[in-house]
Every structure is written in structure tokens, then in C-alpha cells.
């Protein structure tokens, strides 16, 4: 619910920074005259909201127990004593998370994107396209999510690591959301240009000519400039340090509560 919630919140930042990614490359100020011009503002603006709001609920739960399972398995391995509650461990368990939010996340992203700029009505696309065109941009995704969360998570232990060596306390939840945020606009910053480059795989009609994401990512900054590479880094720094930095603060008061410790703090 959390993460509905925060999602539909954020939608607006998510349609603005599709269209500054897309092959139109719309400005902030280019948008929010399309977005006055247009007379379904609203409808203008949570295009695509739907499959977002329902794929992230799954998506971030599947992340979140992805972490929690890997730390916990590195915790309780023969290499327990060397392995656990390092950078090691930490960059692994981030890149588990990675892969489970491609897997719940990738078709959502997928009609989200289609629907925000090719106009796609979600379910007539998903039933023509099938299952498997519903990956479409799956490798550029994968490499995004899973860079992103060995960035944030690790960032973020070694903050809340630090914080509790230096002041033998624990981090209350103003400290711990603030680490959290400055581990997401770090990840975020750094995962942008994959992010660019999926939302140019998943905006085209990939019925046609089939490029792979490397080959993309080395044509945009060719021939448009490393900057275009980092088109739209502007709404993403605020949506989603803030959704991670919530949702890790929640696993952490949820675990706390139900377990007595927590598997992202402790």
C-alpha cells in the first residue's frame, strides 16, 4: 500500500522525466506547456499510472525480501565470520534486490513508458505484445536496477555502520531516512544513463530494428552528448531517493517490531 501510494504521488515526476529521456527530449518548461495546453490535464499527467501503481506494490516487497534473504544467507553460510555485514555482502545482497525489481518491475516500466508516449491502452498492448515483448529492454533494466541497489544499499549501511561506531547509539528515523535519501540521489545519479537508455528501448516500436543497449548507450552519447545521458536526472533525484529511503525506513520499523531486530540496520 505504501508503495501504491508513493508511487501515484509521484507519477507526474515519472511521466516528466519519461519525456525528457525520450527520443523528443522535452525541457521542464517544454512539458509544462504541453501539459497546459493539453485539456486532460490530469489524465495527461498519471498516463500509464495504473500498471506502475500495481507492478511497484509486488516489485517493491520482491526487492526488499531479495535483500533480506541474501544477507541472510551470507549470514548464515560457512563464511560467515569473513563474508557477512561487509561491502562484499552488501554490494551481493544489492544486486539480488536488483534482479527480483527487474523481474516485477520490467512490464510495468514497459507499459507505463508505451503509455506515455505512444499513447498504448495498457491492456490491448500487453495482449498483442505477449509475454515476452513485455521484457523488452530487460538488459539495460537489469543493469540499471542492479547498480542502483549495490549503490543505495551499500552506501546506506556503511552510513548507518559509521553512525553507530562513532556515537554508540542507534540511528533514529529522521538520521536513518536521510541516509537512505543520500544513498538513493547517489544511485540514482550514477544508474541515470541506463535509465535513459531503457526508456528509449521501451518508448520505440520495437517490432522493427532491435539494438542492444551498449550499442545505444554509445550511440546517444555520440551524437547527442554525454549530457543526454542524464536527461530527466532532475525528477528522478526527487522521486526516488524518497521512495527507497521511505520503504527501507518501513522494513526497518516493520522488522523491528515483528522480529526485535532488523535485517537493514543491524
Excluded at 498519471?46 to 526488499?64: A, I, L
Excluded at 562484499?88 to 516500466?109: D, R
Excluded at 517490432?207 to 543497449?213: A, E, M, R, S
Aim: aromatic share 12%.
Amino acid at each position: 500500500v505504501a508503495a501504491g501510494t508513493s508511487q501515484f504521488v509521484h507519477h507526474p515526476l515519472y511521466t516528466l522525466k519519461t519525456h525528457m529521456q525520450s527520443q523528443k527530449r522535452l525541457g521542464v518548461m517544454e512539458f509544462v506547456k504541453s501539459v497546459i495546453l493539453t485539456k486532460h490535464r490530469m489524465k495527461f499527467l498519471y498516463k500509464g499510472v495504473c500498471p506502475r501503481v500495481f507492478g511497484c506494490m509486488p516489485e517493491k516487497m520482491f526487492k526488499m525480501q531479495a535483500w533480506a534473504f541474501a544477507m541472510h544467507y551470507m549470514e548464515t553460510s560457512p563464511a560467515k565470520c569473513s563474508f557477512s555485514q561487509s561491502f562484499a555482502s552488501w554490494i551481493l545482497a544489492g544486486s539480488a534486490a536488483g534482479v527480483a525489481t527487474t523481474i516485477i518491475g520490467c512490464p510495468a516500466e514497459l507499459l507505463m513508458v508505451q503509455a506515455q508516449t505512444q499513447n498504448q491502452k495498457v491492456l490491448d498492448f500487453a495482449r498483442k505484445q505477449g509475454l515476452r515483448r513485455m521484457y523488452t529492454g530487460a538488459s539495460a533494466t537489469v543493469c540499471r536496477d542492479i547498480s542502483f541497489n549495490a549503490v543505495f544499499f551499500t552506501v546506506r549501511q556503511s552510513a548507518l555502520r559509521m553512525y553507530e561506531t562513532h556515537t554508540s547509539t542507534q540511528p533514529g528515523w529522521w538520521t536513518t531516512f536521510f541516509f537512505g535519501a543520500t544513498a538513493g540521489c547517489m544511485a540514482a545519479t550514477l544508474a541515470c544513463p541506463l535509465d535513459v537508455v531503457k526508456t528509449r528501448l521501451q518508448e520505440t516500436n520495437f517490432q522493427k530494428n532491435k539494438i542492444p543497449f551498449y550499442r545505444l548507450l554509445v550511440h546517444i552519447a555520440q551524437h547527442e552528448g554525454p549530457r543526454a545521458l542524464f536527461h530527466g536526472l532532475g525528477p528522478r533525484l526527487i522521486a526516488v531517493p524518497s521512495m527507497m529511503s521511505f520503504f527501507t525506513l518501513l522494513q526497518d520499523q516493520f522488522e523491528l517490531h515483528l522480529f526485535g531486530n532488523t535485517t537493514l540496520s543491524r
